[in-house]
């Protein structure tokens, strides 16, 4: 720890933490954005009649991930890494496409109280 009393060290330090949270604002930003994409994408399979799951979609979600990683990854990121990685978002998105639907079904519910009042 003596090292981080060095100016240059501690600035470095720094530097490295304020590149890595533009990374996360970058990472939760594009996350984000899927989200929103997905929870407006649950409307229309709730108007289609189609399930929020889509085990196919899902498995090609997963071989694109790791194939972008093949061709484009720098090698510390391993194809389990990037596997784990897209689970966790699939659950996230599911989650808010379930929570979207919720509310649907709680506006079609207030608009069928409305008709009858």
């Known amino acids: 720890m003596a090292k981080l009393a060095d100016p240059f060290y501690a600035n470095a330090v720094k530097t490295n933490r304020e590149d890595i949270d533009k990374c996360d604002g970058s990472l939760l930003n594009d996350l984000q954005t899927r989200v ?9 399979k709730h108007r289609l009649g189609l399930p ?10 997963r071989k694109n991930a790791v194939s972008f990683i093949k061709k484009h990854g720098c090698g510390l990121i391993t194809k389990d890494d990037i596997s784990e990685y897209i689970d966790i978002v699939i659950k996230i998105t599911k989650r808010a496409e379930e929570r979207e639907l919720a509310e649907l079904e709680k506006e079609n519910e207030s ?6 009042h």
């Open 111 to 116: 608009s069928r109280t409305a008709q009858t």
């Open 52 to 61: 929020i799951e889509d085990p196919e979609r899902e498995a090609q979600v």
């Open 36 to 44: 929103m994409f997905a929870a407006a994408f649950a409307r229309t």
